[in-house]
T-cell receptor
Framework: KAGVTQTPRYLIKTRGQQVTLSCSPI?????VSWYQQTPGQGLQFLFE???????NKGNFPGRFSGRQFSNSRSEMNVSTLELGDSALYLC?????????????FGPGTRLLVL | AQTVTQSQPEMSVQEAETVTLSCTYD???????LFWYKQPPSRQMILVIR??????QNATENRFSVNFQKAAKSFSLKISDSQLGDTAMYFC??????????????FGKGTLLTVNP
């Protein structure tokens, strides 16, 4: 079974631009979560989607948004980019079943904001 | 709110030896999951092992095992017969178990493990 895939793998943007990142979960997984990883703040939860609905949201400004499609693929968008948004963005998927909440991660998208 | 603490920013071990990484957490929840993930230089986050809080038996996965002390809120990872490929950043993570809609992982800051030949 194919793992979680993320596109693009690398991205360079300038301040003020917006960016969209994509995540395709493992086949059959319906929950998709997004995390931001930076050297200073470590790994921080952004949001989680299930059945096209955002169920949980981390403490990030409204510039960070996401959505999920009917095939469980997810996108996250960051508008009005700031230098501090430079990070590795990780997507993780989970099989939503009783007692099984393990998240499996994709390779990440490295975003550099200049 | 839950917190996860990894007190060892860096550790090193000789190939074939055993090493233990520490993790403590703070929560008022009774039902939760604990995980160890590794992140090698490729940056791919890989699941190493997981433990359900309601299970008293410590989880094991080949050379990896945990020492789960629920009362002490401690969750250490033991790597036996260390291999060069074990060199990575290791993250301890927590997830609330109750409530089917909670899929948020809280991570520690990580421990950089280097396995020396």
């Amino acid at each position: 079974k194919a793992g979680v895939t993320q596109t693009p793998r690398y991205l360079i943007k300038t301040r003020g631009q917006q960016v969209t990142l994509s995540c395709s979960p493992i086949s059959g997984h319906r929950s998709v979560s997004w995390y931001q990883q930076t050297p200073g703040q470590g790994l921080q939860f952004l949001f989680e989607y299930f059945s096209e609905t955002q169920r949980n949201k981390g403490n990030f400004p409204g510039r960070f948004s996401g959505r999920q499609f009917s095939n469980s693929r997810s996108e996250m968008n960051v508008s009005t980019l700031e230098l501090g948004d430079s990070a590795l963005y990780l997507c993780a998927s989970s099989l939503v079943a009783s007692g099984f909440k393990t998240q499996y991660f994709g390779p990440g998208t490295r975003l550099l904001v200049l | 709110a839950q917190t996860v603490t990894q007190s060892q920013p860096e550790m090193s071990v000789q190939e074939a030896e055993t090493v233990t990484l520490s993790c403590t957490y703070d929560t008022s929840e009774n039902n939760y999951y604990l995980f160890w993930y590794k992140q090698p230089p490729s940056r791919q986050m890989i699941l190493v092992i997981r433990q359900e809080a309601y299970k008293q038996q410590n989880a094991t996965e080949n050379r990896f095992s945990v020492n789960f002390q629920k009362a002490a809120k401690s969750f250490s990872l033991k790597i036996s017969d260390s291999q060069l490929g074990d060199t990575a950043m290791y993250f301890c993570a927590f997830m609330i178990g109750s409530g089917g809609s909670n899929y948020k992982l809280t991570f520690g800051k990580g421990t950089l493990l280097t396995v020396n030949p």
